[in-house]
């Protein structure tokens, strides 16, 4: 979850239908003759990387009982995590105005709360993988009770560091209310955990996470709602591509298929080339009518376009969840 280092555009885009290389190569059709060629995605995220990795690792000391708050960090730590999340957050919320410092503390909860719904997938009674962002899953080092215990800390730890460390100055409360509001909803029984329960469910599993982090973001920058459902629906779009070209990639470059459900095992390798494309212009046509804020819509131009090619190589790693 490797990519150029300036994404450059040009009239179409495309997923290869040979298995001969395991990267999805695109040429990328920008709707909007006013988007810039030279915005550089590498060196903006990773950036942002380093001040979110900060962020987190002063937000989760190791205190008692010492044990699972190193479960907890082991995950959220990972270096293996590219920040998709928080990253989505910071850039919403800069397109409308908003300052960063308003941002990184939803920013970090989102991570929080992607790397505890990790954690609980990869369970044995759940997903039973056995390694997670280039490391063995949280449950194979620390056992599966403190990996439980581990995921359930991360959550509600999440919203109080929205809460403690948003400044008020920056954000008024009512926009930190729908903010929490926003992510207990998508973690919820009629969010992620509806997903997990029916294991393949597009708007919830994996859209999710997508919709809340530039959902959260536009609040904290003041958009008004007419945009927040733009970003809403960019945001489920940009979500639901990433898992696609995921099943698209296993599926070109594994011999030995994973079992269960997967949107290639469902749709077919042919069908879901089809859909992310469709997927990727539903995702454009919301950020077209965001065109007013010139060059600030860029990274989340952009972050579909990373949806799609992971040749990005962020430092010195290639990302995982």
Known sequence: MAFSTVIMSSPHAYIPKTASSPTIRRRVRCSSASVSTQFDLRTYWTALIKEIDQKLDDAVPVLYPQRIYEAMRYSLLAKGAKRAPPVMCVAACELFGGDRAAAFPTACALEMVHAASLVHDDLPCMDDSQSRRGQPSNHTVFGVDMAILAGDALFPLGFRH???????????????????????????????????????DDEKKFGEMGRCSAV????????????IQRLRKYGQAVGILYQMVDDILEAKTETDKKKGKSYVSVYG?????????????????????????????????HFVDYAVDRGLVLGSNSFDN
């Open 162 to 200: 929205i809460v403690t460390n948003t400044p008020t100055n920056l954000v008024p409360e009512s926009r930190l209310l729908r903010v929490i509001t926003e992510i207990a909803r998508a973690v919820g029984s009629t969010g992620m955990a509806a997903g997990q329960f029916l294991d393949l």
């Open 216 to 227: 959260c973001g536009g609040l904290l920058g003041g958009a008004s709602d007419d945009e």
């Open 269 to 301: 390798v042919e069908k879901a080339m089809e859909v992310a494309e469709d997927l990727r212009a539903q995702a454009k046509k919301e950020l077209d009518g965001l065109e007013k804020y010139g060059d600030k819509v860029l990274p989340l131009y």
